[in-house]
């Protein structure tokens, strides 16, 4: 393992467009609700991408809240793939018409789409996202995505209440399509270890 050294080169940017969700996740950081109106100015948003890609930033992930609310994404995504980086786009897929929605985003440019699944069952992903439905919406978004052509991956958040059907999300995978899972360590925004599957076994990626 190489130590970090100078000149530190930003190559990976978040950016979070929107506090307005679907869903009231309890453990949400951004406070995100259907009722938070705070989200970016569009122009801001481009401002951003330009400046971050002429310091050298070569992927881009778009989060929330639900990023799939926010009016400006599809031209977000138009210029950040214009601009040369890979497109990542957040999303709980509990969203009208997802599957156009998502049709349209990879139209656009993006790469692949982060799906958060916060237990192996509908009644574990629902105590956690306060939203009725939200399980079967989420698996059903996963498969759509996939069979879109984007890359889908799994993100975990493992709590005291759900950390026991970690193995129920990764082991074997839960739908057809799905590339790899993602866990955080603890409940902060910290970047988690990613696992992607070969014949349901995960392997940690390189």
Same mark, same amino acid.
């Given at each position: 393992? +190489? =130590?970090? $050294? ?5 190559? +990976? ?6 506090? *307005? ?11 995100? *609700? =259907? ?11 481009? @401002?951003?991408?330009?400046? &971050?890609?002429?310091?050298?930033? #070569? /992927?881009?992930? !778009? ?16 210029? $950040?793939? *214009? ?14 018409? !997802?599957?156009?929605? $998502?049709? /349209? ?6 790469? %692949? ?9 509908? $009644? ?12 079967? %919406? ?5 498969? &759509?995505?996939? /069979? ?24 074997? %995978? ?5 590339? /790899? ?5 603890? @409940?902060?925004? #910290?970047?988690?270890?990613? !696992? ?9 990626? =390189?």
């Amino acid at each position: 393992m +190489q =130590p970090h $050294a100078r000149p530190f080169t930003l190559t +990976q940017l978040k950016i979070e467009l929107t506090y *307005r969700c679907n869903l009231t996740c309890i453990h949400c950081s951004s406070d995100a *609700r =259907p009722s938070n109106p705070l989200e970016m100015m569009p122009v801001d948003c481009f @401002r951003i991408l330009k400046e &971050a890609s002429s310091v050298g930033v #070569r /992927q881009v992930a !778009f989060s929330g809240g639900e990023p799939l609310l926010w009016p400006g994404l599809p031209e977000g995504v138009t210029l $950040a793939a *214009r601009l040369g980086l890979d497109v990542t786009v957040y999303t709980s897929g509990n969203v009208e018409d !997802f599957h156009s929605m $998502a049709s /349209q985003l990879h139209s656009a440019g993006a790469s %692949r789409l982060v799906l958060s699944v916060f237990g192996g069952t509908a $009644a574990t992903h629902e105590w956690i996202t306060r939203k009725a439905g939200s399980f079967e %919406r989420t698996m059903t978004a996963i498969e &759509a995505a996939s /069979q879109i052509g984007l890359q889908t991956e799994i993100h975990f958040v493992p709590m005291s209440g759900n950390y026991q059907e970690l193995k129920d999300v990764a082991f074997p %995978r839960p739908v057809v399509g799905c590339n /790899q899972s993602q866990r955080l360590a603890s @409940r902060s925004a #910290r970047e988690g270890t990613p !696992f992607t599957w070969q014949n349901s076994k995960p392997h940690p990626e =390189p």
